[in-house]
């Protein structure tokens, strides 16, 4: 399969004022020649970025964006905290430009201090990062992204897209015994939850794509914040809020291997202050999804941290409806991470509506599990990737639900291996599906036998649990997922507070009523 048959085309992104497909010399709408490798865990994550950025010299350029950045989350080991590692490389000479979410308010428990106190030290170190509050109401920054250039090195180019913040607990690996320093959450992930996560490393022309949704946003003219206690609180405290130019952009690294990349996003449409980049907004990463999952045959494999939205699964459910040898496979969190009861029950509650959409469409070739370490210990879900009969992969920082696919910014990077006998998506599969199976399985290779390899696998780590643990523990980690119940009076109140606040839909009542992207 070429990659005009599962990427969109210029004229499909939906949004004709961005320039990230007219960069293109060659009319297309995505970059080829690239090497794409998925970084499992943010273990592998960080040790690959402390590596990257230690290496930088002066003149060098840094840029990236943030949903949270906690200044003391330690990336690899002593030493290596966030504030020290990108403070290091600023006093060294290398320019460094950040755009982190400015949050909600402090009482909303989201991540306002720690971000204004990452913001502040980096900017004390000579960086020139930036606290971004120019999203849609009640939305977020939710991209998460690096890219490293070097002037007379271009070899050495390297961007990093994914689900990974730079903060608290997300600095775990394959033995998911969680990251040290780690932020509250539910009672059921213990003190230090462990945490399951994907970023995606690529190196090649894609680069240059990374680096123009960067770019694009940076030079956004509108006020960093409309709020007038943030300007006042600006005001008085050591923060910056001036936007200096960036460098000039560098040509696009040269080509480096056989994959071809697509960057998807999302963009509101904002009432106050539009993207001049995406004036009525972008959803390219929902487009993207509704034209390769259209595509689906044998095997869609998801990993999310929600799942939640009904409309969102509605073309995962006509895919199998149209194919009745498709199955699809969901690993998701086996408990929400919210402490709050109240949030908890909507989230429940949105899943459940989900797993009902596709339960109707695929019957018994749909299955949702979660995961669990070996002290029994549920592992959080945080991936954010989707693999499409082994050939159309994606790793971002969007989930599947309204607010990724209509209310947050958004990004993420679509693969297509090129070369004559492609791996990549394959690969992703087999290694993220070895670890939950807790082996590698060549049956797996098979996508109908690695349905049944799960099925069979989670049916038996939870008869080992009802038969109260009796004997050795099974290597897996795999649990069937069923979603708890939200009946009686809680039942309203968990839909509202679904709608309103874990999932709201920002689209124009024009597209509500099309029930389109």
Known sequence: MTPDSWFLAADERGNPATGIDRR?????????????????????????????????????????????????????GPRTQVTKVLGDAARRGVQVYG??????????????????????????????????????????????????RHPGRPERDVAFVGGIDLCRGRNDDTDHQGDPLAPPMAEVY????????IQLELRGPAVGDVEHVFR???????????????????????????????????????RCGTHSVQTLRTYPRRRLGRYPFAPRGERSIARGYLKALARAERLIYVEDQYLWSARVIQ?????????????????????????????????????????KVLGRAGGDRVAVYGLENAAGT????????????????????????????????????AVVDESAEP????????????????????RLADPAAAFDLFAAAARELDDWHASGQVGPRPRTRLRRYDPPKVRGLRRLPARLVYELICDP?????????????
């Open 216 to 254: 694009e946003r940076w030079d956004d003219p509108s006020a960093l914040s409309l709020n007038l206690l943030d300007w006042a609180r600006d005001k008085l405290s050591r923060l910056r809020t001036e936007v200096p130019a960036l460098p000039e952009p560098l040509p696009d690294p040269p």
């Open 99 to 148: 755009l982190l979410w400015r949050s909600h308010p402090d009482w909303l428990h989201f991540s306002s201090p720690q971000n204004r106190q990452l913001a502040e030290e980096l900017q004390a170190a000579g960086a020139h990062v930036l606290l971004d509050m120019r999203v849609r109401f009640g939305g977020s920054h939710h991209q998460k992204l690096f890219v490293v």
């Open 24 to 76: 293109h010399a060659d009319g297309l709408a995505w970059s080829p020649g690239n090497l794409a490798r998925p970084l499992v865990h943010g273990a592998a994550y960080f040790s690959e970025l402390v590596s990257v950025l230690n290496d930088t010299q002066a003149g060098d350029v840094v840029m990236f964006t943030d949903w949270r950045g906690d200044p003391d989350e330690k990336l690899d």
């Open 190 to 197: 213990g003190p230090n939850p462990p945490w399951h996560d």
């Open 315 to 355: 073309p995962f459910a006509q895919a199998l409806r149209n194919n009745p040898e498709l199955r699809l496979i969901c690993v998701v969190p086996l408990a929400p991470d919210a402490a709050s009861p109240a949030v908890s029950r909507a989230e429940s509650w949105g899943r459940k509506q989900a797993m």
């Open 505 to 517: 839909d920002g689209r124009p009542s024009t597209m509500r009523v099309r029930n389109r992207f």
């Open 378 to 413: 549920p592992i959080y879900v945080h991936a954010k990737s989707c693999i499409v009969d082994d050939t159309w992969a994606t790793v971002g920082s969007d989930n599947f639900n309204l607010r990724s696919w209509t209310y947050d910014s958004e990004l993420t990077c």
């Open 423 to 442: 791996s990549y998506a394959r690969d992703l599969r087999l290694e993220l599906m070895s670890e939950h199976l807790g082996e590698a399985d060549p």
